[in-house]
């Protein structure tokens, strides 16, 4: 490792609430990390935490993910190289928008839902703001920002119930998390510091991308190394029911219907990877991308759909497989909960070749593998 890199792990990835979030797995994946990987890919990135890892280990990325909100995480922390929000920032973040009037979707979608009227106008009035921050850098780090503190404000970190005001309201719960009865604006200012924080230059020029995975990988440059974190199929991992907020508001939709007691948004972004009817069509549509990248790393978990044998067998045909496994201890309860379940990294490498003999010639061929 170059002393650089080292400086590059004196910025700390700020800590989320994101369901299969990896940043507490980051040491043992970076134990897999396969040497001489000059340029690696997150295609689903989420959160963020291993495009982040990828950046401090000094590789030149391209990261990805379908949803708006999480390609804002990539935009500020992965890409953005020094671009930070300034106590001037954040006046005019906070001021009285000129524009405030054409901004009115969260207090008329959310009031009384997630936040009291007077909340949800407050951030109606932030996201006009962000308009008219003059680089689009500081626009995605005010989106991450703002985006985390709203997953603190509202109990179990996402938007798929509706006891936010209840539990807002209720003093155990209070004593066990205070952001539930503390203002947004607070909860903002407290996050800022630790995200200008993780803002920094590896030296290389990283892209963040906000597509299907599916059709971003035909047209990618050639890379060194694929990490593949899909939605864990048939495990409730439904990111656009738990996150529908943070994507209503970073998008600001103009032509969505608002369904259900939650609210949440109608038509849904399209995955491919989410739904037991697709999940092996696209699994195997995305090794057959993936071809021309030689190392691939697939976290995985194993009370998913394919299952991790059988999801082994088809990485089998491209690659050598090795399966790693870990053993959650804890569960953070409700839905997505992973208790007692096993975090599972399959480390694909190039096939071995091996000499066969074909009449009098040695020919080289690779493995089969299974
Ligand atoms: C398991 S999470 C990734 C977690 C991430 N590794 C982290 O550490 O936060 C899966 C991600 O895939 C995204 N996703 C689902 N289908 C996708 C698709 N077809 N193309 C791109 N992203 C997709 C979801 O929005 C979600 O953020």
């Not at 082994?312 to 953070?332: F, L, W």
């Amino acid at each position: 490792m170059l002393f650089e890199e080292y400086t590059f792990f004196n910025h700390q990835f700020p800590e989320p609430q994101y369901l299969g979030a990896k940043h507490t797995h980051l040491p043992w994946l970076n134990k897999h990390v396969p040497s001489g990987v000059k340029t690696a890919l997150d295609a689903f990135g989420g959160s963020q935490s291993v495009a982040f890892l990828f950046k401090q280990l000094g590789f030149e990325i391209l990261t990805n993910d379908f949803l708006n909100f999480n390609h804002q995480i990539g935009l500020s922390l992965i890409e953005n190289k020094d671009c930070k929000i300034l106590e001037s920032d954040v006046k005019m973040l906070f001021n009285q928008s000129s524009a405030k009037g054409q901004f009115s979707l969260i207090a008329e979608t959310y009031s009384d839902i997630f936040f009291e009227r007077e909340e949800a106008e407050f951030l109606d009035n932030f996201r006009a703001n962000v308009n008219d921050l003059d680089n689009s850098y500081k626009q995605a780090l005010a989106f991450t920002v703002m985006n985390r503190a709203l997953t603190r404000k509202v109990t179990m970190g996402h938007f798929a119930h509706t006891q936010a005001l209840n539990y807002a309201n209720n003093p155990d719960r209070i004593k066990r998390n205070r952001s539930l009865a503390r203002p947004i604006k607070d909860i903002f200012l407290d996050l800022l510091p630790k995200y200008n924080a993780a803002v920094f230059d590896n030296k290389q020029e990283n892209r963040s991308f906000n597509m299907n995975t599916l059709e971003l990988m035909p047209d990618l440059p050639k890379m060194d190394l694929a990490y593949f974190d899909p939605p864990y199929c048939d495990s409730h991992a439904d990111y656009q029911s738990f996150y529908h907020l943070l994507e209503t508001f970073t998008v600001y939709w103009k032509d969505k219907e608002f369904v259900n007691s939650i609210r949440r948004y109608e038509p849904q972004r399209y995955s491919g990877f989410d739904k037991k009817k697709t999940a092996l069509d696209s699994l195997e549509y995305l090794f057959e991308l993936s071809d021309e990248i030689p190392h691939w790393l697939i976290s995985y978990n194993d009370r998913s759909y394919p299952s991790v044998d059988d999801l082994q067998k088809m990485v089998g045909r491209y690659r050598d497989v090795q399966v790693e496994a870990k053993t959650y201890q804890n569960g953070r309860g409700g839905k997505g909960s992973v208790a007692g379940s096993r975090e599972i990294l399959i480390i694909c490498k190039p096939k071995k070749k091996h000499p066969v003999k074909i009449g009098t010639r040695l020919e080289t061929v690779a493995d089969e593998g299974f």
